[in-house]
């Protein structure tokens, strides 16, 4: 960094900086011996000209290729989406270049966390029971249940709502109208609601909008989703609630799961709507089964495990411009340390991969891989041209608006999380991962379709960088949440478990950051802590159907 932490330079070739903070019209910079004078003002997060641009030029960023001029633009002019626009350079495998030299591991070489052992030799960090509908038509039911399940067993949230709500409605009926109205504050509590089973970390439900009406090829995906959601190392059990006349037959889920692994015995309970008497008989022998099914599971006890037994996927939203500088870097970082003692961990969203695919590919290790990740990454952005789309139309206002103009720009910084150490493995969506090491996965860009696809190829931690503010998680993957600066952490303490602002501010180094990180991870993973998306119940799952998302 320099003229004290005011701007920074990413890497050496790159001809624009990153404003650290809100820089003036007429401020002078000094970078390399170059003396600049910003000839606009320079939001935070935002980038900078080093040189007078002519149109089509080559804008650097990360090292690599991530725009073009799109008129000639000054020196010390602010970048926008309207003198720059999305390029990357062409990719292709030139055989495995990585000379990967792996961080220090030495104090956590020998640290384990307690989870919870699987039969199959895999180890979750949570113990949860899940209830999965092979149809939309279902969901009903299980939102009824988990009502009845929730309250009773001591997995709902405590909110303030209701009790503003009811101050609302008690003033109407007394006075015909809310405009004079304060609703009194609401008040924090530590008080904890009691548990009947404290080996069950809770009762999460699978709920979408699939299952029938859309293609076979849709049931098909989802039958697979489904499958490795119930064969995943955090769930300790599964209630499948169908119809009995979708898409999505049972059996072929059965088929699945058995597909996926020959030695499943979790307990399974499966009660379909169309051979019960009524509905009341279908929810109340579900609930029945189910709670014996959790006395069943309550029995797993968490036991210590080696770091080789985790598996973290990474992912970022409501990227700023603070992300591939902060909060991604210092979780590759982690990546990089989970990796060397013998874990695995998954870089997915492959649209936000677009214009860092050549430095994954070279950090490939088997040509067959980088050809698979080249096919999926080709495909997958020809389906998005073919209806007016594109990996570079992937930033959103929001990204733009703190400083992400191209998607480029976007990607180098995003691939920073899957840290610097070979691919092992390319997966399509719902592949499982079986290589220690890093993996590459294919899914969306979109928060929730991202995290719903990584636990599926088998996360059992999801680290989820935001410069923004995201409020999301994942029903059977405990989501620790990263804000890319302190301001956010600050603003949105309720969502924010980790803070790497001070890597923006120069309190704290990359390796710091991702050391405390890694530590964090091994807490959760423990179950010692409970991350905020958890805490909140944000358990948002949502089926990718392999069609045109970013």
Same mark, same amino acid.
């Given at each position: ?26 401020? %002078? ?139 609302? %409605? ?270 590459? %996965? ?91 998306? %958890? ?16």
């Amino acid at each position: 960094m320099n003229e004290k932490s005011k701007v920074i330079s990413i890497h050496p070739s790159d001809n624009v900086l990153v404003a650290l903070e809100d820089l003036s019209a007429g401020s %002078v910079i000094t970078h390399q011996g170059i003396t600049i004078t910003l000839v606009e003002d320079i939001p935070a997060k935002h980038k900078f000209f080093l040189q007078d641009m002519p149109a089509g030029n080559s804008v650097i960023m990360y090292g690599v290729l991530v725009g073009k001029t799109l008129q000639a633009t000054s020196c010390g002019s602010l970048m926008t989406v309207n003198n720059t626009a999305h390029a990357a350079a062409p990719y292709g495998w030139k055989g495995d270049a990585n000379k990967w030299v792996p961080p220090d591991v030495t104090q956590f070489t020998n640290r384990t966390f307690t989870g919870y052992h699987r039969s199959d030799g895999r180890v979750g960090t949570a113990n949860y029971w899940i209830f999965i509908p092979t149809v939309f038509c279902e969901n009903r039911n299980l939102d009824v249940i988990r009502e009845a399940l929730h309250d009773q067993l001591g997995y709902s949230v405590t909110h303030p709502y209701r009790h503003q709500t009811r101050q609302l %409605v008690d003033h109407f009926i007394q006075q015909g109208n809310v405009d004079d109205f304060e609703l009194s504050p609401v008040i924090a509590t530590d008080k904890k609601v009691r548990r009947l089973f404290k080996n069950v970390d809770g009762i999460k439900f699978l709920n979408h909008q699939g299952g029938c009406g859309g293609t076979r090829q849709d049931a098909a995906t989802l039958s697979s989703l489904l499958a490795a959601y119930a064969d995943h190392p955090n769930v300790g059990g599964i209630t499948l609630l169908s119809l009995g006349c979708q898409h999505l037959q049972v059996d072929q889920l059965l088929t699945d799961i058995r597909k996926r692994n020959s030695a499943f015995d979790k307990p399974l309970l499966v009660f379909e709507q169309q051979q019960s008497h009524s509905e009341e008989q279908l929810i109340g022998d579900a609930i029945l089964a189910t709670f014996k099914g959790l006395i069943a599971i309550n029995q797993m006890e968490r036991k210590p495990a080696p770091l080789s037994q985790l598996c973290i996927g990474v992912k970022c939203g409501g990227s700023d411009g603070f992300s591939g500088i902060s909060a991604n870097p210092a979780v590759g970082y982690c990546a990089d340390l989970l990796v060397a003692l013998g874990g695995k961990v998954l870089l997915a969203e492959f649209p936000e991969l677009c214009g860092a695919e050549q430095q994954l590919i070279d950090r490939t290790i088997e040509k067959s891989h980088a050809e698979k990740f080249i096919q999926l990454m080709e495909e997958y952005n020809h389906a998005a041209q073919r209806v007016g789309s594109g990996f570079d139309m992937n930033p959103s206002p929001g990204n733009i608006r703190d400083g992400l103009i191209t998607d480029a720009m976007k990607s180098n910084g995003a691939a920073l999380k899957g840290g610097t150490s070979p691919v092992v493995d390319v997966l399509d969506y719902t592949e499982q991962a079986t290589r220690p090491g890093l993996s590459l %996965v294919c899914t969306p860009g979109n928060d929730v379709e991202a995290t719903t696809g990584k636990a599926a190829s088998g996360a059992t931690l999801i680290l989820f960088t935001t410069g923004l503010g995201t409020p999301t998680g994942n029903p059977v993957c405990p989501t620790i949440k990263i804000s890319t600066h302190s301001a956010l952490a600050r603003r949105m303490p309720d969502l924010i478990d980790i803070d790497t602002g001070g890597i923006i501010s120069g309190e704290k180094t990359i390796q710091q950051m991702g050391e405390e990180i890694m530590e964090f991870c091994i807490q959760v993973a423990s179950g010692n802590i409970l991350p905020k998306a %958890v805490l909140l119940n944000q358990d948002d799952f949502i089926p990718w159907k392999r069609g045109v998302s970013l």
